[in-house]
T-cell receptor, first 114, second 111 residues
Framework: GAVVSQHPSWVICKSGTSVKIECRSL??????MFWYRQFPKQSLMLMAT?????????EQGVEKDKFLINHASLTLSTLTVTSAHPEDSSFYIC??????????FGPGTRLTVT | LAKTTQPISMDSYEGQEVNITCSHN???????ITWYQQFPSQGPRFIIQ???TKVTNEVASLFIPADRKSSTLSLPRVSLSDTAVYYC????????????FGKGTHLIIQP
């Protein structure tokens, strides 16, 4: 099956700093990538949808200026959490799909903001 | 997207067959039913997908009645490693939209 990777797998940063998370589709070209966030003991919540070469579409309540998404190529999307605060601590998961087909999920990135 | 309802938690024992039922009364004609498995601190993993009747793969079976308003994921002879959260999702397989996850079912397998 298709493989999606994320880097880093975990990160600890200080409040006020920015953190970049990468999502890569390793063996296929993903026309669309999605970013989800999951708080402890809760379900995944879709944050945004990004298509290669165009601006991301954010879900209601997700600040686009805080969560910067760049989908510069068909195999890479990045999520940058700007000016991170402790409440941004969460598990961030990306998924990738080819032309609206099945989504393949990455292993997730654990962000802890101190 | 059709809303889904699943039990919050279930428990069983090693070697047993486990059936998790999901209700989706508002399923649309173009919607497929997909089940994912998630272990702690990992991304969801696709288990099985179906449209109607029965689908079986090497991991599980999916039973869908004629009215498609519910579905049952069947895990044969579970082991401790099947302890996870199982999500039932309903949506158009051709859609380019992100997925809407419900609360899922936390399955706990005991020795």
């Amino acid at each position: 099956g298709a493989v999606v990777s994320q880097h880093p797998s975990w990160v600890i940063c200080k409040s006020g700093t920015s953190v970049k998370i990468e999502c890569r589709s390793l063996d296929f070209q993903a026309t669309t990538m999605f970013w989800y966030r999951q708080f402890p003991k809760q379900s995944l919540m879709l944050m945004a949808t990004s298509n290669e070469g165009s601006k991301a579409t954010y879900e209601q309540g997700v600040e686009k200026d805080k969560f910067l998404i760049n989908h510069a190529s068909l195999t890479l999307s990045t999520l940058t959490v700007t000016s991170a605060h402790p409440e941004d601590s969460s598990f961030y998961i990306c998924s990738a799909s080819l032309q609206g087909g099945e989504q393949y999920f990455g292993p997730g990135t654990r962000l802890t903001v101190t | 997207l059709a809303k889904t309802t699943q039990p919050i938690s279930m428990d069983s024992y090693e070697g047993q067959e486990v059936n998790i039922t999901c209700s989706h009364n508002n399923i649309a004609t173009n919607d497929y039913i997909t089940w994912y498995q998630q272990f702690p601190s990992q991304g969801p993993r696709f288990i099985i997908q179906g449209y109607k009747t029965k689908v079986t793969n090497e991991v599980a079976s999916l039973f869908i009645p004629a009215d498609r308003k519910s579905s049952t994921l069947s895990l044969p002879r579970v082991s401790l490693s099947d302890t996870a959260v199982y999500y039932c999702l309903v949506g158009d397989d051709r859609s380019a939209d992100g997925l809407t996850f419900g609360k899922g079912t936390h399955l706990i397998i005991q020795p």
